[in-house]
């Protein structure tokens, strides 16, 4: 599943290869910008804000005709993967090892192919649409610039929230999911439906979301037990099976601020005991 390490890896690899090239093709598969075409353009360059994954770039003023009708005005390619979405990159002529039907946006340079697939979500901005896109996201565990004091401000301000609720809440920190926020809760010894307050150290709580995050950032297997085989997570799509600490059944449920936005949890019951639950 798609998480801030995730997104982080996509947009270090779409940056390697992307920035600074200029575009000998472009292809916008979504429906309100499928006129949108950059070609002649140059990419500035790709980084992820959280789950969110921004390509900058820049009409070439030198090559594009849109230049003189557009001005030098930048441009952001801005994609969320949601559950499904991932990017490829291909060399010309190879072929792709997903359906083309799946394409979203496809980005070609004089030598490659970049191929965002099930992109959950995929809107072209403006330099200011952009800031006002992103600009709601909190403290970012993998952005130069990681805040964690803000991070636990954020959390606090809404101390009866479900910390399992509050985790996922990119408006609090962004880069964590469904995966994170079930290790994380089993980590810090508390059920996912703890309000903020009861939980007995939240700035150590964040300190080890950012942790695991850097740990896992370069690598494909998610690790969060410290193993890169076999039990790589402690609860997280464990259900039925035993904690791999205590050997209680982890438990399975799900929870969220609404029925339309339920989301899996697991954990130990044993390891992760109610505090102060709310009901
Ligand atoms: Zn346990």
Known sequence: MPEGDTVWRAAGQLHRILAGQQLTGCDIRVP?????????????????????????????????????????????IHSHLKMEGLWHVYGRGEPWRRPAFKARCVLETADRIAVGFELGFLQVLSA???????????????????????AVRRLASDPDRPIGLALLDQRNLAGLGNVYRCELCFLAGVHPLTPVAAVPNLPRM??????????????????TTGRLRGDTLWVYGRDRRRCLRCSTAVAHDQVGDNELELRDVYYCPHCQPHRGHIA
Do not use: M
């Not at 952009?130 to 130069?144: I, S």
């Not at 964040?206 to 690790?223: D, I, P």
């Open 32 to 76: 309100r910008f499928a006129a949108t075409d950059f070609t002649g353009d140059r990419i500035l360059e790709v980084v992820s804000r959280g789950k969110h994954l921004l390509i900058r770039g820049e009409p070439d003023a030198a090559i594009s005709d849109r230049a003189s009708s557009r001005g030098a005005e930048p441009w952001t």
């Open 206 to 223: 964040v300190e080890l979301a950012h942790r695991l995050l850097q740990a896992n950032k370069n690598r494909s297997t998610r690790s």
């Open 128 to 150: 200011t649409e952009e800031a006002a896109a992103v600009g709601h996201l909190g403290p970012d565990l993998l952005g130069p610039d990681w805040d964690a004091p803000e």
